[in-house]
């Protein structure tokens, strides 16, 4: 999760004012505030027609781990207030409950792949980076398991205006990821993605760049030798500093041969 990264503080050092208005609604600034909402409060709040059943349950498993407990209180919604509850969470000013929405959209056995897309694409351009992480998170199991219908499907999200729609595209099938399952075959084919990585590899912005590096580092874990061969053939065909920088940090974790 490479925008979730935990800075300064820990959870005990937020103040009981800031941590109040998280649990109440109010946007978080940092992953550690996102992880130090409380779910049974917020949810109590946005939602106070739960039932105490519910939030039983999400008390239960607080000290899970968070992927866990965004995709329980995601199932604990949905199987008290059904689909409708969406609309309720999609825009509320918490990035922990559209976080919520976006494991909705993840866990709706309804949807086939190119509609789940269509339904996460607004929180994959959300302002908020927590937010934006959920939604990769949310429908990736979807992703890895119609892989190539996936790689097509996002292919055409690489020419989008928004950053954080072409990131997406690279993010969301990442081969190791972090918080996240690896997907077995882009681990061993790597090429597969290229519909998805080629049309990146000049990006203009930071945020892509550093997926698309991010992703080439995973590959180079299980194929350090495409990597290398990959990053060379687009040095030579794409002489820009993007393209220099996805490959410099792509190519970090492979040692030289004595």
Known sequence: MTAL????????????????????????ATLTECLAVDFAVLMATILPDIGNDALAEIRNNASTGILRR????????????????????????????????CFMIGR????????????????????HF?????????????LSAELEAAIDLL???????SERIRRFASEAIRPRG???????????????????????????????QDSVANWLNDASKDRPAWVQSLCARWSAESATPETARICKRALRSIRPKP
């Open 130 to 142: 927590g937010v934006r992480e959920w939604s990769w998170m949310a429908v990736r199991p979807h």
């Open 178 to 208: 972090v918080w996240c399952a690896h997907i077995g075959v882009l681990k061993q084919q790597p090429d597969i993605a290229l519909p998805v990585l080629e049309p990146l590899r000049a990006d203009p912005s930071v945020y892509v």
């Open 5 to 28: 990264k935990a800075k300064g503080r820990g959870v005990k050092d937020i103040a009981a004012e800031r941590l109040a208005q998280l649990n109440a609604g109010a946007e978080a």
């Open 155 to 161: 292919a055409a999200w690489t020419a989008d205006p």
């Open 108 to 127: 709706d056995g309804a949807m086939d792949l190119s509609a789940r897309l269509t339904a996460i694409r607004p929180y994959a351009d959300d302002p």
């Open 70 to 101: 965004m995709s329980l209180a995601a199932s604990v919604i949905t199987d008290r207030f059904g689909p409708a509850a969406l609309e309720q969470i999609a825009r509320h000013p918490s990035d922990t409950a559209r976080g919520w929405a």
